[in-house]
């Protein structure tokens, strides 16, 4: 049984950092992108970032390019966001997704299989 499981996250001022973590097991998901979601009170869930199989490609959306950085631990099986410089717009319950394709890349979250529990995060100003 596929399971992610999130920790990480929280209450921070703006201009603060934060660290997002997701283990994944049940399979071994070495060929497969994995991304990050958020999604803001009435909002719809979208795209934050995501990152290649082998880890050596990045995608971010505009609004947290120079502010978060994803990486990646195939071995562990495990995906971060380190989020530096929050904004109070940056917060949103953040999900971690696990692609349904070996190799492939999407920003569309129906393109994702599996889900983490989603992790609060708050940026006060």
């Known amino acids: 049984q596929v399971q992610l499981v999130q920790s990480g996250g929280g209450l921070v001022q703006a201009g603060g950092s934060l660290n997002l973590s997701c283990a994944a097991s049940g399979r071994n998901f070495g060929s497969y992108a994995m991304g990050w979601f958020r999604q803001a009170p009435g909002k719809e869930r979208e795209f934050v970032s995501d990152?290649?199989?082998?880890?050596?490609?990045?995608n971010y959306v505009d609004s947290v390019k120079g502010r978060f950085t994803i990486s990646r631990d195939s071995a562990k099986n495990m995906v971060h966001l380190q989020m530096n410089s929050l904004k109070p717009e940056d917060t949103a319950v953040y999900y971690c997704?696990?692609?349904?394709?070996?190799?492939?890349?999407?920003?569309?979250?129906?393109?994702?299989?599996?889900w983490g529990q989603g992790t609060q995060v708050t940026v006060s100003s």
């Open positions: 990152i290649n199989w082998t880890g050596s490609s990045t």
């Open positions: 997704a696990i692609h349904r394709r070996p190799g492939s890349r999407s920003r569309d979250k129906d393109e994702y299989a599996y």
